[in-house]
Each structure stands twice: as structure tokens, then as C-alpha cells.
């Protein structure tokens, strides 16, 4: 259940609290993403403070903060040496993915296990506790997280880029992504299998006419999967572990 925590709190630190313009910043400008590996620090540290011992989170944060720093500096090296638009996906994924073991490694070497608060020893055990937590882990993943995979999945297998005007209806159906992954997260948690048909099918009835255009079908049917499938194994796996 801790190292739930941890891997909540970064996606939290990393995609919440920061808007999609300023993570663009970040990706061409150095001082940006160094105020967001601040702000990661500063997060890490107030959430932690109550499970773990201080001296114990401020090493921690300090040293996941700096490699936050290196990583999201040489993914955005790399970025500009290979700008193809197929390889985004695969610079997020394995940004992440590195992200993960490094926070999981440093769990272990710092064997934060044995450093834990009384308090967080007296809420583990409490069942209401972990369904906050798994909560908090899936809506952590499935909202902005999801919405970035599913965007770099886009990009990835698009071959032109659109015009501003564009990225209007990019924002309302990224809302209505949010929305519909939160409906279905809420009724897998409850086991309220059967509604989720009823999800999916009030979102294919609004866009029913768009649905004449090929290229529009293919797209929105690939959205739709590719989010109720993160949805799906999300909910399936943390169900399991927690």
C-alpha cells in the first residue's frame, strides 16, 4: 500500500498541479521545470511527513526531486534530437515508467518501510482507509494522466498536426474523456458492472452524425477503447494489490 501512495502522489505532483501550458513551458524553458521539481519537492514532503519520519521524507523527496530534474531533462533533449511525432508515446511511457522504479528503488535503499508514523501504522490496517486509497490511486491515474497517454497516442499515430482552431473541440473532448472514465471508475469500484453500457452509449449517441466520417469513427473508436481500457486494468489491478 505504500509504495500506492508514493506512485499517487507522483502523478498527482507531476500532472495535477501544473496546467498544460506551463508543462509545454517546462519542456523548452529550464526555469519552469525547475519551479515543478520545486513544487514536486514541497508535495512530497507535506504528504509524506505524516506516514514516514521527517529526516527520512526530506531525503527521500530531495533525491526523487533531483532525478526528476535529470529525467524530464533528458527526455526533453531528446525530444528536439527525434521530433517524429510516433516516437512521443514511447518518450512518455518510458518517462514515466523510469520515474516509477526510481521512486520504488529508493523506497527500498532507504528502507523507508521501517520508518513509518504511528499514525499511518494505526490507518494501514483500516479498511476505510484503503478504500480512500485505492481511490485516490485510481483517479490519480485515470484523469490527467490518462488524458496525456491518450493525447501522445494520438499524436503518435496522426500524420499532420491540426489547426488551432482544432484544439477546442481537442479541450471538450478531453473534459468528456474525464468524465466518462470517472463514471465508469466509480461503478467498476462498485461492482455496478451493467450501467457501463449505458456510459458508452450516451456518448455514441452524441456524436451519432460525426460517426458518418470514417477518419472520425476510427478515431473516436480508438479513444473510447483505449480509455475504457485504462479504466478497466486500473480498477482490475489496484483491486487486487490493495
Known sequence: MTI???ISIHLLADFLFQTSIYSEKKRKILKPLLLHCFIYFIIFIAILSAIFEVKKIILFSFIISA???LINLIKNKLEKIFPQRRL??????FNQLIHFVTIIGFYYILNLENFTS???IDLKDCEHFKTFILYIMVFSIILDPA???IRKLFISISPKTYPKAYSEELKAGNIIGKLERTIIAILLLN????????VLTAKSIARFKQMED????EKYLIGTLTSFLIVLTTVLILKGLL
Open 191 to 198: 461492482n455496478q458492472f451493467g450501467l457501463i453500457g449505458f
Open 118 to 120: 504511528q499514525l499511518y
Open 67 to 69: 532525478l526528476h530534474f
Open 214 to 217: 470514417k477518419n472520425f469513427a
Open 147 to 149: 488524458s496525456v497517454l
Open 88 to 93: 512521443q508515446l514511447l518518450f512518455f511511457s
Open 4 to 6: 500506492a501512495i508514493l
